[in-house]
């Protein structure tokens, strides 16, 4: 029998990413399972601009600790999320390296996440968080497509 109790749903907050929200709310309804939204700041990605303004990484993780709570509700609003329990994480370091880190330290059952988040040079530079973690993953990995997003042959 399979046994589902902690569903891990990393997110970059993007509307894109939140597309696998409501699979993983189901499930965790179905099999009785605890939600984890998870969040990694990659500091690579903070660009020139943010330093010059006096920023660092350092500074910038910390206003992330402190307005991670309303972004993880942001990230909820509009989803019927009653009876599911939902803890949030956020941690510094590369997304797909610190989401198979705690998902092996963390004894997740299953994954599910989106296909896209971040989108553009970002994505072209680093590659797909998603497909690393559906390639290096412990534990099953559900990928959620966005409906509006058609394959194109090229």
Same mark, same amino acid.
């Given at each position: 029998?399979?046994?589902?109790?902690?569903?891990?749903?990393?997110?970059?907050?993007?509307?894109?990413?939140?597309?696998?929200?409501?699979?993983?709310?189901?499930?965790?309804?179905?099999?009785?399972?605890?939600?984890?939204?998870?969040?990694?700041?990659?500091?690579?990605?903070?660009?020139?601009?943010?330093?010059?303004?006096?920023?660092?990484?350092?500074?910038?993780?910390?206003?992330?600790?402190?307005?991670?709570?309303?972004?993880?509700?942001?990230?909820? @609003?509009?989803?019927?999320?009653?009876?599911?329990?939902?803890?949030?994480?956020?941690?510094?370091?590369?997304?797909?390296?610190?989401?198979?880190?705690?998902?092996?330290?963390?004894?997740?059952?299953?994954?599910?996440?989106?296909?896209?988040?971040?989108?553009?040079?970002?994505?072209?530079?680093?590659?797909?968080?998603? @497909?690393?973690?559906?390639?290096?993953?412990?534990?099953?990995?559900?990928?959620?497509?966005?409906?509006?997003?058609?394959?194109?042959?090229?």
């Amino acid at each position: 029998m399979i046994t589902i109790k902690k569903i891990l749903v990393p997110t970059d907050f993007s509307e894109l990413s939140k597309i696998a929200l409501p699979y993983a709310v189901d499930l965790a309804r179905k099999y009785g399972a605890k939600i984890i939204i998870f969040h990694s700041f990659d500091e690579d990605l903070l660009t020139p601009i943010v330093y010059e303004t006096g920023w660092d990484a350092e500074k910038y993780f910390a206003k992330l600790q402190t307005d991670f709570d309303a972004a993880v509700e942001q990230f909820l @609003e509009g989803i019927d999320t009653e009876g599911v329990e939902i803890e949030s994480h956020l941690v510094s370091g590369k997304p797909f390296v610190e989401i198979l880190r705690f998902v092996k330290e963390q004894g997740i059952d299953l994954i599910v996440m989106s296909t896209h988040g971040r989108s553009g040079m970002a994505h072209a530079l680093l590659g797909s968080v998603t @497909e690393k973690v559906v390639r290096k993953s412990p534990c099953p990995v559900m990928v959620i497509r966005h409906p509006e997003f058609e394959f194109k042959m090229v």
